[in-house]
């Protein structure tokens, strides 16, 4: 995993992105993002805190660094 990639998420984001920071992100629609997360498809780890969607700013980061590697 990127070193760099995880640096940039943390401070742009902080530790966790919530479902519009993770919609913007991979340049979906906070319907889509739920639509993939019911049917087992979202590719990012999330959980539930206090009734809202977060992921963690190291799944997101490893995501984006494993298209990188599927993209050479």
């Not at 995993?1 to 340049?27: D, I």
Request: charged share 20%; glycine share 4%; no cysteine.
């Amino acid at each position: 995993m990127s070193l760099t990639t995880e640096v940039f998420m943390f401070e742009k984001y902080g530790p966790r992105l919530n479902v519009p920071q993770l919609a913007e992100l991979l340049n979906i629609t906070a319907s889509t993002l739920h639509n993939q997360r019911s049917a087992g498809t979202f590719p990012i780890p999330t959980y539930r805190d206090l009734g809202k969607i977060f992921a963690d700013y190291r799944d997101v980061a490893a995501h984006f660094d494993r298209l990188r590697q599927i993209a050479k």
